[in-house]
């Protein structure tokens, strides 16, 4: 059927046009809703209904039904479309309507593809994709087609013009050699600009990468940096119990020596009231023998003009001697400290180490799972019948980094899973390989941080301690100073402000290098980031 035909199909027969939400008569004939629904209205005086095709007449009004593929064929055929498929070139040789594949200018016919074959045989003629009027190609002046090109003018012209017109003389060449020059000089230029574009967006990944890595470096310093102020903070808090329990120490051994010589004080001043009753008991007297014997002692056998000269004596000896605070010793103290603290903040800001850490499968139980890039670990049902190696934890899914640690400052950060159990922390190379002693925190010579049913533990040596905190974040921040002998465990609390909570700090004195030891069980995973 060719679009003629197809058209006249899809056209209402009342209102000339294509359907508008196309419905059905019983009769088999469709109309547009509107127009037969105004038909019928127009009929309903007469009392008689019929269809407007076939006269086929109805005792009563009819049900409209939707045509639905009709329907769903004239809502894909838009205006557009229509006007596309009536603009469609067709073959001028073929008495069927093949679409035409190119347009000879010279002979200013359409052509399909089978008859382009022969065609081609023509050099000399220009064949253009197809075009829906060739009075589009027509010179204005001369009216032939254009089929050539000048090249000086960057004009369509047709034969007179390069023969005799204003374009004599100019280089000319034909439409399809000018199209060729064309295109190929356009795909120089996309292959240039595509070559651009690639390193445009090499540079963009770069770039891109870069500032990746400029955040996460951020990130990593402002941790380290959050860990500094918070031991700070810790060896500012321990500088005044120290100055304020020197402070206490002074005020108490001087209250000491002031109570001594109040109690004495008082015990005088009894003795003296004492002394002051018996004078006045012997002044009041009339006996005058009595008055004269009792001169001599008083009640407790001493002289009166003696008394007091050698406890007077003693007591400004005494009191010299209890002095004030030592304030010189106070600020001594205070100064000392605060030295101390400045040069722990200068080490740590010159020689705090990020070092990205690996972990050695060579150490690893046979039930862990290790990822291709040795950095996270999880619990494993499967033994991996790995090579036995007296390096390998065989009670406990243990393993130990590859990287250890024997001076300096280092700070790095974990991952851990919200489920299972898990140890993260430092040991030994000495630490035992199997028995019960083995695990990590379980002997003297390894130092971790535990969770069990969701609350921190610290675990050192056999001995463990809740920390009373649940875990509320998956990031573990852990700084490790080796000469001062310090392992401090920091939780993320609040990633996007970057808020630590300090979980735990061991001192000790480290005697052996020191490597990162894990542990999962349960199901749990830990994954070392930096």
């Not at 939707?66 to 329907?71: E, F, V």
């Not at 001028?92 to 399909?112: F, G, H, I, M, N």
Request: proline share 2%; hydrophobic share 35%; net charge neutral.
């Amino acid at each position: 059927m060719d679009l003629s035909a197809l058209m006249h199909e899809l056209k209402c027969s009342i209102c000339l046009s294509l359907y508008s939400e196309p419905v059905l008569l019983r009769c088999g004939h469709n109309f547009c809703k509107a127009c037969i629904a105004e038909a019928l209205d127009a009929q309903e005086e007469t009392g008689v209904y019929s269809c407007p095709d076939c006269r086929m007449e109805y005792l009563e009004r009819p049900v409209l039904q939707k045509s639905r593929k009709l329907c769903n064929i004239v809502k894909h055929l838009t205006p557009t479309r229509m006007e596309q498929m009536e603009a469609k070139v067709f073959c001028t040789y073929c008495d069927s309507r093949v679409p035409a594949a190119k347009t000879c200018l010279q002979c200013e016919t359409y052509l399909c593809n089978n008859h382009l074959r022969s065609h081609k045989k023509s050099m000399d003629h220009v064949l253009v994709d197809p075009t829906t009027s060739l009075e589009n190609l027509m010179c204005p002046i001369h009216h032939k087609i254009q089929a050539y090109y000048c090249a000086e003018d960057a004009a369509n012209i047709c034969v007179s013009c390069f023969a005799f017109g204003k374009h004599r003389g100019h280089l000319v060449e034909t439409i399809g050699e000018a199209l060729e020059k064309k295109k190929k000089k356009l795909r120089v230029f996309l292959d240039t600009l595509s070559a651009k574009r690639d390193e445009t967006e090499r540079r963009v990944l770069r770039l891109q990468e870069h500032m990746d890595g400029v955040q996460e470096e951020a990130a990593s310093v402002q941790r380290r940096v959050t860990g500094l102020f918070k031991d700070i903070w810790e060896e500012l808090e321990a500088l005044e119990r120290r100055v304020v329990g020197e402070i206490s120490r002074q005020a108490t051994h001087i209250s000491l020596k002031i109570s001594d010589l109040l109690q004495e004080l008082k015990m005088r001043k009894e003795a003296q009231s004492q002394i002051i009753c018996h004078i006045e008991d012997l002044y009041n007297r009339h006996n005058s023998l009595s008055v004269l014997q009792g001169q001599a002692l008083n009640s407790s056998g001493l002289c009166y003009s003696n008394y007091g000269d050698e406890d007077d004596e003693r007591y400004e000896k005494t009191f010299s001697t209890i002095g004030d605070l030592n304030e010189g010793l106070i600020t001594e103290t205070l100064n000392t400290g605060m030295s101390d603290i400045v040069t722990i903040i200068q080490r740590n800001i010159s020689t705090l180490e990020v070092l990205p850490i690996t972990m050695d499968l060579n150490t690893a139980h046979n039930r862990l799972e290790l990822s291709s890039n040795l950095k996270t670990i999880s619990d494993s049902c499967i033994n991996h019948g790995r090579s036995g190696s007296t390096l390998r934890f065989s009670i406990y899914n243990q393993i130990l980094s590859v990287n250890s640690f024997t001076l300096g400052q280092h700070y790095w950060e974990v991952e851990t899973s919200f489920k299972g159990l898990w140890d993260i922390g430092l040991a030994y190379p000495s630490i035992k390989r199997n028995g019960k002693r083995s695990g990590i925190g379980d002997n003297a010579k390894s130092w971790c941080l535990r969770r069990y049913t969701n609350k921190y533990m610290w675990a050192h040596n056999s001995n463990a301690q809740s920390l009373l905190f649940d875990q509320c974040s998956q990031i573990i921040g852990i700084y490790l100073d080796y000469e001062a002998g310090r392992l401090s465990f920091y939780e993320l609390c609040d990633p996007d402000r970057r808020i630590y909570r300090h979980l735990h700090t061991f001192t000790a004195t480290f005697v052996e290098p020191l490597h990162v030891a894990c542990y999962v069980g349960d199901g749990a995973w830990v994954r070392v980031l930096l």
